[in-house]
């Protein structure tokens, strides 16, 4: 005798279209600054834009410590990760 188990499907198809939408969504938006590529692209719209230059502090201190490791030549750096903590 055969027994056929019946389970639901992980995935529902809500599910996989809201997937598949949010995966449209992302490809719209240009990889490098986030924004609509159809507004980001626009010739119409190249001077709307403004940059703003702000800092990391976290990734400004990991970027010192490994500067300082470098510098040191009797150091070797190979395969050294370098991460910070919040005091």
């Known amino acids: 005798m ?7 499907p992980e995935w529902l198809d809500e599910d996989i279209d809201a997937a598949l939408e949010y995966q449209d969504y992302l490809a719209s ?4 600054c986030g924004h609509p590529r159809d507004e ?5 719209l190249q001077f709307e834009w403004y940059g703003e230059a702000l800092t990391c502090h ?6 010192r410590t490994a ?21």
């Open 2 to 8: 055969t027994r056929h188990t019946v389970q639901d």
């Open 29 to 32: 938006l240009c990889s490098g």
């Open 40 to 44: 980001s692209f626009n010739p119409d």
């Open 58 to 63: 976290a990734c400004a201190e990991r970027d």
């Open 67 to 87: 500067e300082s490791k470098r510098s040191n030549k009797n150091h070797d750096c190979s395969g050294e990760f370098y991460v910070v903590h919040r005091r």
